[in-house]
């Protein structure tokens, strides 16, 4: 069955990085775009990074652009997310996605002085 397990979450402050991964198995890697979300407190969850099967293309929410990169290891099956120039406003549980319906448990990201 598919899996997402995200990690990397933390406490950090204004202006410092983060690196989230996702660790994925039970399904095709190498032939699945993946995408990463995020939450935060008495929000919508909304789409913040994509990458394309191929790792060719990504694609960034307005909100990010520019400060976070999303990446992918075929080897280790995982999805990762460098966030740089953090922001309280990037606070929020940050979750993995893949396809309709399969989503990880999510890693906490605060981001607070």
């Not at 979300?37 to 990504?58: C, D």
């Not at 080897?75 to 990762?80: Q, S």
């Not at 997310?81 to 448990?105: F, R």
Request: net charge positive; proline share 3%; glycine share 10%.
């Amino acid at each position: 069955q598919v899996q997402l397990v995200e990690s990397g979450g933390g406490l950090v402050e204004p202006g410092e990085s983060l690196k989230l991964s996702c660790a994925a198995s039970g399904f095709t890697f190498s032939t699945a775009s993946m995408r990463w979300y995020r939450q935060a407190p008495g929000k919508e969850r909304e789409w913040v990074a994509l990458i394309s099967a191929s790792g060719s293309i990504t694609n960034y929410a307005d909100s990010v652009k520019g400060r976070f990169t999303i990446g992918r290891d075929y080897n280790k099956y995982t999805v990762y997310l460098q966030m740089n120039s953090l922001k309280p406003e990037d606070t929020a549980v940050y979750y993995c996605n893949y396809g309709i319906n399969h989503w990880g448990k999510g890693t906490l990201v605060t981001v607070s002085s």
